[in-house]
Structures are given as structure tokens and as C-alpha cells.
């Protein structure tokens, strides 16, 4: 007859299963991700789409040809208002927070970095169009007005999505107050140069694109959905 197993023999037995179990769902992701085009590696991918696209997608700018020249950082500030007034936060980070998560849960993959880089890929898309109508104006262009109309429905669009975006941030702050309206803004730092390093001058930062304040329409967590 058998003796029970005992809890320290079910701890030893999981230790021992775990690592070649994990590393065999570790096999067969790297395998799914790196297969052959098909329906079935498609459906299969989606499966796996929130760890795989952690740990496999990257950006090779580090190893480009030209090497970033400037560092882009997100910034928002938020309105409130209760019985003893109107006011403003502090400019935060958003970029600086994104990063602080990524080193905070290392181990589990996490939608936060996805806030900053689409905050800052739309900030930099309206920069764009917004040099684009400013060339057309100074060539005084006939299709100067249509492209002014666009420019204008893209700014309402971004402060939309941004307000979107940054609602479960704000709701974190937990203000004394009621929220009223929103700043964000994209900030261009251009980079140190390995050549200057020492120099006790650092580059200034200047703004890349301003939304200015709109009004706060609170919305959902895209990143934890």
C-alpha cells in the first residue's frame, strides 16, 4: 500500500514538469511565429499574438544605417476643478511612465508601451500635415483650403483618440475634483552626440506638436482589452 503523496513530493513533481513544459510552448511559438504563410498558421498566430509579439517584434533602429538623432517624449497635464477652484497638474510623462511599467513587470508582457507609441506616432502625423498645409500656404496653392479643412478634422480626431487613450491614466491620479479638460504634447530632444558627451550642455527640448486643451471625454483601457 502506498503512502499519500505529501506536499513537498507535489511541489518537487511540479518543479520538475514546469521548465520542460514551458519550454516546449516556448518551441511551439517560435515555430508558429516563423512558419510558412497559411490559414492555419494564421489562426494559430492569433493564439499566441500577445506573448509572440512581445518577445519577437523589434525595432532595428539601433542597428540602422542612421542612428536615431532625437528622442520624442509624450507629455500630458490634466484640468480639475472642485469647491476652491480651477487647476493644473504638472506636466507627467507619459513616456517615462510606459518605460517605468516595462521595468516594473518584467516577466509578463504588457500593452502600456503601445500608450506612448501611438500617442507619439499621431502626435508625429499631425506634425506632418500640419508642415504640409503651412508649404501649401506659403505656394498658395488652390487646394489650400481643402487641405486646411482636413488639418482641421485630423486635430479634432487626434484630441478624440488622445482623450480616449489617456482616461484610465487620468482616473489613476485620482484628483480631488472634477476632470475638465486635457493638454497633451510632443516634445523633441535632439540626441547627445558621442562626441560632445562631456560637454555639460544638454540639448534642449523643443515641442513638436501641441493638441492645447480639449475638453476630457472619458473612455476605455485599449491597452487591456
Do not use: C
Amino acid at each position: 500500500m502506498t503512502e499519500p503523496r505529501t506536499g513537498t513530493g507535489r511541489w518537487r513533481l511540479l518543479g520538475m514538469g514546469l521548465p520542460p513544459l514551458l519550454g516546449l510552448a516556448f518551441v511551439a511559438m517560435t515555430l508558429i511565429v516563423n512558419a510558412p504563410v497559411s490559414p492555419a498558421r494564421t489562426q494559430a498566430y492569433q493564439a499566441v499574438a500577445p506573448v509572440a509579439d512581445t518577445y519577437f517584434r523589434q525595432s532595428w533602429m539601433l542597428l540602422a544605417p542612421y542612428s536615431v538623432d532625437y528622442n520624442g517624449e509624450v507629455f500630458y497635464q490634466v484640468e480639475y476643478e472642485n469647491a476652491s477652484g480651477r487647476h493644473t497638474t504638472e506636466p507627467v510623462s507619459l513616456s517615462r511612465e510606459m518605460a517605468g511599467t516595462a521595468r516594473e513587470i518584467r516577466i509578463a508582457p504588457n500593452r502600456m508601451g503601445a500608450v506612448g507609441l501611438y500617442l507619439g506616432v499621431e502626435l508625429g502625423s499631425l506634425h506632418d500635415k500640419e508642415a504640409a498645409v503651412d508649404e501649401a500656404r506659403k505656394k498658395a496653392l488652390s487646394d489650400f483650403s481643402g487641405q486646411q479643412n482636413e488639418l482641421t478634422a485630423l486635430r479634432e480626431a487626434a484630441k478624440t483618440d488622445t482623450a480616449t487613450v489617456l482616461s484610465p491614466l487620468v482616473d489613476e491620479l485620482h484628483l480631488d475634483g472634477r476632470v475638465t479638460r486635457l493638454r497633451a504634447y510632443y516634445t523633441y530632444t535632439p540626441v547627445k552626440r558621442f562626441d560632445v558627451r562631456h560637454s555639460p550642455e544638454d540639448p534642449r527640448s523643443e515641442v513638436f506638436t501641441d493638441l492645447g486643451w480639449f475638453d476630457y471625454r472619458p473612455g476605455a483601457q485599449p491597452w487591456t482589452d
